[in-house]
């Protein structure tokens, strides 16, 4: 990777399957000047996500990447689930530069996005994050909203884009996020298309 310093990276909506995301999973673990890294909709299992993630973990503190997406990843017959989140959560505050992050499509539920919000906090450099068209529903937001209070009472207002768009938080949901940015400084963008939202949740917001 020194010989040709590639910096990003897009290869979405190639069928690499297993055996290409052991490719980048491996590639990840030597490269030193990749910053972007892109591969959505290329049919990876559960095996090949969890390999990405720790092949960007292994890099630790002299990782230079700061963005990543990795939307609708997975192939149909594989469920989906949230251990791969997991291991890609670990990934906040391990990797110093990363600060843009976008998984849509991972079914993620309540549980996947409270696994961000408390990862969210090992990081003062996160300024987006996108967790759109998932099933994170009310107790998810919530625990979205929760970082954005801890962070802004901590004096580290960095998330600055949130997209939900395309998931369930309710009424519910949209006024614990407006409770939020009452307080957090730093949110400069927040969506939440398609969420079940009523008057309640607007009036709120």
Known sequence: SNVCPLLHLNVSGNPLGEEGGMVIADSMKTNTTLEELVVNNCGFPLTAMIAIANGIGSQGSDSVLRALEINRPIVPQYAPGEESLEHFSMLLGKIPPLSHLSFKYHTMLDSGARLFGQSLGKTDVMLSLNLECNKIG????????????????????????????????????????????????????????????????????
């Open 138 to 205: 009310v107790a998810g937001a919530e625990a979205l909203a929760s970082y954005l209070i801890a962070q802004s009472r901590a004096g580290k207002n960095t998330l600055e884009v949130l997209c939900l768009s395309y998931n369930v938080v309710s009424d519910q949901g949209a006024i614990a996020l407006a409770d939020a940015i009452v307080e957090n400084k730093s949110l400069r963008c927040l969506t939440l298309k398609s969420n079940s939202i009523a008057q309640a949740g607007l009036t709120a917001l």
